[in-house]
């Protein structure tokens, strides 16, 4: 157990919904990355949170978008879905402050578009 | 370009036998470099990680990985696998003072009895 959560476990959203996605980050972190992993392939980036504001993002389009809360945890959007946006979709937090960075990842979001 | 290659898309060990799952870099900067398990369905659990010193690092079930700055590689080893080993295999890299990872695609690691 890494205290990282994230709701829902499983989605299936039709083509061009809106879909929001949850991460609680654990006690004391103040860093929330999202990462996409399709099927078969290795995580991919998408942004990071770091007290609230966002710190970097990958090679995603704007209609994916994010929050952090004073609390540290994150929502991630994403709008106008697409059935290629289907995936696990898993939140990771941190303590960046520290220098050595190590990244806890939650359980992930399982998103079907269909 | 800053990426990670798993040459072994898929490997197969009986159980008892060793284990070596290959990891190969391309970073512009001092590599911080992670290896992660998978298990189906779940998230990614951290077995061992390399910020600096000694280039053997110690992780969790037995695992250790060797850095080797020349090669560019971080390979994974277990001397002994068990089946409950049987999962999904994820070297990482990222800089220090971040934690935005770059993942390899990863080996599916196969234990028979």
């Known amino acids: 157990e890494t205290g990282v959560t994230q709701s829902p476990t499983h989605l299936i959203k039709t083509r061009g919904q809106q879909v929001t996605l949850r991460c609680s980050s654990q006690s004391g972190h103040n860093t929330v990355s999202w990462y996409q992993q399709a099927l078969g392939q290795g995580p991919q980036f998408i942004f990071q949170y770091y007290r609230e504001e966002e710190n970097g993002r990958g090679n995603f389009p704007p209609r994916f978008s994010g929050l952090q809360f004073p609390n540290y945890s994150s929502e991630l959007n994403v709008n106008a879905l697409e059935l290629d946006d289907s995936a696990l979709y898993l939140c990771?937090?941190?303590?960046?402050?520290?220098?050595?960075?190590?990244?806890?990842f939650g359980q992930g979001t399982r998103l079907t578009v269909v | 370009a800053q990426s990670v290659t798993q040459p072994d898309i898929h490997i197969t060990v009986s159980e008892g036998a060793s284990l070596e799952l290959r990891c190969n870099y391309s970073y512009g900067a001092t590599p911080y470099l992670f290896w992660y398990v998978q298990s189906p369905g779940q998230g990614l659990q951290l077995l061992l990680k390399?910020?600096?010193?000694?280039?053997l690092v110690q992780g969790i079930k037995g695992f250790e990985a060797e850095f080797k700055r020349s090669q560019s590689s971080f390979n994974l080893r277990k001397p002994s696998v068990h089946w409950s080993d049987a999962a999904e295999y994820f070297c990482?890299?990222?800089?220090?003072?971040?934690?935005?990872?770059?993942f390899g695609t990863g080996t599916r690691l196969q234990v028979f009895p």
């Open positions: 990771a937090s941190s303590l960046l402050d520290t220098g050595n960075t190590e990244a806890f």
């Open positions: 990482a890299v990222g800089a220090r003072g971040t934690d935005k990872l770059i």
């Open positions: 390399y910020f600096s010193g000694d280039t």
